[in-house]
């Protein structure tokens, strides 16, 4: 049993979402209870996890492909960590995509990419060697491009191209790093670090320059970002999952993986690579907030706010100090339950009142005071006010700077807050304080929309109120932290 | 030792009686022909892997006195994968075939001359005499050049007697070739050359037989006849002569350099064969870009997908022998021509139905088909994965290891190719299946039905599974492996 308990796990997305293509658009029941039940057996499968993982198990499943290529799947707490979350938000965003499509058409064609999507981010969790991470990685790429192209219109198919555009060259600048890196050290395997010692310190560079920028890509790190907003055209459960735990956090866990469990902390201060990376994480945080406060369409300027927000992510495994790596790993999960609210609300928006301007909003707390709440929570976090999930990243960002010796971040992060109030603090005061424009209208009638962003931004409330306690993410990251990546 | 007579004798006789018998009594007779020689392929590869290599001495006379056919791992793969794609296009070609619809020559001449491929095609995989090679050659070519007429109009005339040019100079070298040969040693069995003392003349003859073969295999600058050809003959045939057609040269080329004459074949022609396949990637690529219509695009995708095939001239080839990243470089090329067989012909005939529905191939057609046609378009794009590399799937695996014994040999500037070479797939690839995607008015054409858009399907999907579930493949593979590529993993 424990055996296959990776490949079971893989499994509860990858049975619904085959299966799915092949059902009738009508069969509106069928394919709904397909997909919420893997999600919610997936979710059972991690809570049985949770507690043995916790305590030091691990489980490894491998599949012999090639001679000389091997799927190997392992369970271990930073794998389980990514992968609970994408769970959890997997189920919520079933629960708001089956309302939010309601008869639209092409449904079969959705709910399985969808299914895949999810199921190749389980793989790259899961992935216990490079080569496994770049295949599921890969399918990844594959299965969101009907995803984000799923309306047929040309932004959409735009979107779609700028994206595969993006993806494939840097996913083959990967690729080459990979088999460049296994040539010298043999197949990486994650829970074995390999021992690089041997290998001359300007092929490691180049090496790791490749994998940054084939993680980076998808981590949406300037100047990789620019397919992110485009990918904007897709449907609101789209947008969701792919800012909150899909396409953008695989690529921050890549970068995590690669820094922490290929190269280790130890060889990157030795190359002088740590620094570069951070720096380059501060760039793409400056940047992205600058160009968020331009926008005036509410999901433009939530796009950009990932870009942001997802660099401190890549900040955290940058800096090299088990603080900041503890901050950098529980954004990870704080960022998710955060921005899957914003983007729940933002759909909710744009479905229930026609808004997706940001001017739009004005007066549209009272009238949709579910939705606007969790807005607004979600935002207070973004922004890194107490006691939601953001602030606890940023302190421990903060603390991560001052113990590798880099105070300069500190600069970094509070130039980010002040930016993340400059455009989330107008949003919230056009919601509650503005008067509404004459020709309102919006409601919040559809609870299986609303429910899936209130359970989120509750979660988002929670990870930071209980930050202290061994089960928030704050917890679990400290355990990771100290069980494997610290010596 | 039945496998091998119903492998060549099946097919011929249902050549034969496709010709004499009448209109429906033809095609059934076709159907058996098929069936029996699928079953005779898988049978022989299970044989293979029970007793390994297989050897059949015609007569009891023992080369150089007799012939001898041979079964090794590499010929089992070719012949089920053979095997595999002709049993789909016979299924493709029960509809797109049918008189009524192709007219009365085309669903006439089709049958015999899909099986006479077919027996050609198992012919050179079972032979290791050089003249019986050319034999099966010349034999592959005719069936070939006739299936590209068989559609009738004038460019199809004229692009089958490009091809013949082509094939017939590439015949004449590759005679001259063979025929040095016997003059220096006496015998033309790849077996006993591997073991005799080089001529003088072998290099010569070593250059003639492979000018020929590269002709017939297409390979750039003698690609040219290719794209018209494919382009123009019927959407089944097409599958066939793209699927499997090079591949039989290539077979042959492979044996040559690495089996029969491996200290024979100096670095530099390793390096030149390369480096016309890294031009052939290229090239094959940037004039697939340009194509407006599918099959067309398809074709060119050909030329581009053969030049990653001579990538393993250097990794695996020259007189070193035995060196570690060899077998990589063997087993990977193997997996693309098997995966490249499997995914081009389910592109070909996802183009057939796709010209049934949509009246022609130009992308502009093909507006909005996605919606009507969802089975066929998920063929083509898992095709498209296969043919840019991308995971999991056989073209993935085979791209992986070619680029990790490139690496592993010093000779890195090849898995650059490998790698810019699938970027370069994927943008030929994209254009259609973006033209698909795109919301169209006239996306309400009827579709055909499940039943047929299911063969490519499977076809396709068999190419993705090669990338997950290919232990049975590489078990075979490692049977009679040539020594030069060694007994390593």
């Not at chain 1, 770049?134 to 790429?141: G, S």
């Not at chain 1, 180049?206 to 904007?232: R, T």
């Not at chain 2, 044996?255 to 200290?263: E, F, K, T």
Request: aromatic share 8%.
């Amino acid at each position: 049993m424990t055996a296959i308990l990776p490949l079971l796990l893989l499994l509860t997305s990858l049975v619904p979402a085959t299966v799915t293509f092949f059902l009738d658009q009508e069969s509106y029941r069928l394919r709904n209870t397909l997909n919420l039940g893997g999600a919610v057996v997936k979710v059972g499968l991690i809570v049985m996890m949770l507690l043995a993982v916790a305590g030091g198990a691990s489980y490894e499943t491998s599949i012999p492909l090639a001679p000389g290529l091997e799927l190997l799947l392992r369970i271990d707490t930073l794998a389980l960590m990514f992968v609970s979350l994408s769970a959890f938000l997997w189920l919520l965003t079933t629960v708001y995509a089956i309302a939010y499509f309601g008869r639209k058409r092409e449904q079969s064609r959705f709910f399985g990419f969808f299914g895949l999507c999810v199921a190749s981010t389980t793989g790259i969790a899961l992935s216990g060697s490079l080569v496994t991470f770049f295949i599921f990685f890969e399918l990844l790429t594959l299965s969101t491009w009907p995803l984000v192209a799923h309306k047929q219109d040309r932004p959409s198919l735009t979107a779609a191209r700028t994206y595969l555009a993006y993806a494939l060259p840097c996913s083959a600048a990967l690729l080459v790093a990979i088999v460049w890196l296994q040539n010298a050290v043999g197949p990486v395997i994650f829970a074995q670090p390999p021992d690089l010692s041997q290998v001359d310190p300007a092929t490691l560079r180049a090496i790791f320059a490749l994998f940054i920028i084939g993680m980076g890509m998808k981590a949406a790190i300037v100047p990789l970002h620019g397919w992110l907003p485009l990918a904007m055209a897709a449907p609101a459960p789209v947008s969701a999952l792919l800012h909150a735990v899909a396409v953008v956090k695989a690529g921050a866990f890549g970068v995590i993986r690669v820094v922490h469990d290929v190269f280790g902390v130890d060889t990157m201060s030795e190359l002088g690579l740590g620094q570069p990376l951070a720096a380059l994480a501060s760039v793409t945080i400056l940047w992205g907030s600058i160009r968020a406060l331009q926008q005036t369409e509410i999901k433009k300027r939530l796009a950009f706010s990932t870009v942001s927000q997802v660099s401190y992510i890549i900040l955290g495994a940058a800096l090299a100090s088990p603080l900041g790596l503890i901050g950098g790993l529980a954004h990870l999960v704080h960022q998710g339950l955060m921005k899957i609210t914003l983007f729940f609300c933002a759909g909710i928006y744009d479905e229930r009142a026609g808004v997706r301007a940001i001017a739009g909003l004005n007066g549209l707390g009272p009238r949709m005071p579910w939705t606007s709440t969790c807005f607004s929570l979600a935002a207070i976090g973004m922004i890194g006010l107490p006691p939601l999930a953001g602030f606890v990243t940023k302190i421990y960002l903060g603390l991560g700077s001052l113990q590798a010796g880099a105070p300069w971040v500190l600069a970094v992060l509070g130039a980010s807050t002040l930016l993340n109030a400059a455009y989330f603090l107008p949003m919230l005061y056009r919601l509650w304080f503005a008067d509404p424009a004459p020709d309102a209208a919006g409601d919040e009638a559809v609870p299986a929309l609303v429910v899936p962003a209130v359970i989120a931004a509750m979660g988002a409330l929670g990870a930071g109120m209980l930050a202290a306690s061994a089960v928030s993410p704050l917890g679990w990251a400290t355990l990771i932290v100290e069980s494997e990546v610290a010596p | 030792m039945t496998a091998f007579l119903v492998l060549l004798v099946g097919p011929l006789a249902g050549a034969l009686a496709a010709i004499a018998l009448p209109g429906r009594a033809a095609r059934a007779a076709a159907a058996a022909a098929i069936a029996a020689t699928l079953v005779a392929a898988v049978g022989l590869a299970g044989q293979i892997v029970t007793q390994g290599v297989l050897r059949l001495e015609l007569g009891g006379w023992a080369p150089p006195l007799g012939i001898a056919l041979e079964a090794d791992g590499l010929s089992a793969v070719l012949l089920v994968m053979t095997a595999l794609v002709m049993t789909a296009v016979g299924l493709a070609a029960r509809h797109e075939l049918a008189p009524d619809i192709a007219g009365p020559r085309a669903a006439f001449g089709f049958w015999p001359l899909m099986l006479l491929l077919w027996a050609a095609l198992n012919a050179v995989f079972l032979s290791r005499d050089l003249f019986n090679l050319y034999v099966g050659l010349e034999l592959l070519s005719l069936a070939a050049i006739g299936l590209v007429a068989i559609g009738g109009t004038a460019a199809a005339f004229a692009a089958a007697i490009r091809y013949m040019i082509f094939a017939l100079a590439g015949s004449l070298l590759y005679l001259a070739g063979v025929i040095l040969i016997y003059a220096a040693h006496g015998t033309l069995d790849m077996d006993l050359l591997a073991g005799l003392d080089p001529a003088a003349s072998d290099g010569l003859a070593l250059a003639l037989m492979t000018g020929g073969l590269l002709a017939k295999t297409a390979l750039f600058p003698f690609h040219v006849w290719l794209p018209p050809a494919h382009g123009s003959a019927p959407s089944p045939a097409s599958a066939m002569l793209s699927a499997l057609v090079p591949k039989a040269s290539f077979v042959i080329l492979l044996r040559l350099w690495l089996d029969a004459m491996p200290d024979r074949a100096g670095e530099g022609a390793l390096i030149l064969l390369a480096m016309l396949g890294t031009a052939a990637v290229i090239w094959g690529s940037v004039r697939a870009i340009a194509q407006a219509r599918l099959k067309l695009i398809v074709a060119y995708s050909t030329v581009a997908q053969i030049g990653y095939l001579f990538l393993i001239f250097p990794l695996a080839g020259g007189a070193a022998g035995d060196l570690p990243w060899m077998s990589g470089a063997w087993n990977g090329t193997i997996m693309l021509i098997v995966s490249h067989a499997l995914a081009k012909s389910a592109m070909f005939l996802v183009a057939g139905q796709w010209m049934r529905v949509a009246g022609s191939d130009r992308l502009t057609d093909l507006r909005g088909l996605a919606l009507v046609m969802p089975m066929s378009t998920a063929a083509f794009a898992m095709a498209a994965v296969t043919l840019a590399g991308l995971p999991p799937s056989g073209g993935f695996t085979g791209k992986y290891l070619i680029m990790t014994a490139a690496f592993a040999s010093g000779q890195w500037v090849w898995a650059l190719v490998m790698a810019v070479g699938g970027i370069l797939a994927a943008v030929y690839l994209y254009r259609p299946l973006a033209v698909l995607f795109t919301f169209s008015e006239a996306s309400d054409r009827a579709p055909l039905s499940r039943a047929t858009q299911v063969v490519p399907l499977v076809l396709a999907g068999a190419s993705i599974g090669l990338g997950i579930a290919s232990a049975g493949l590489f078990e075979i593979l490692s049977v009679g492996r040539p020594p030069v590529v060694g007994e390593g993993p």
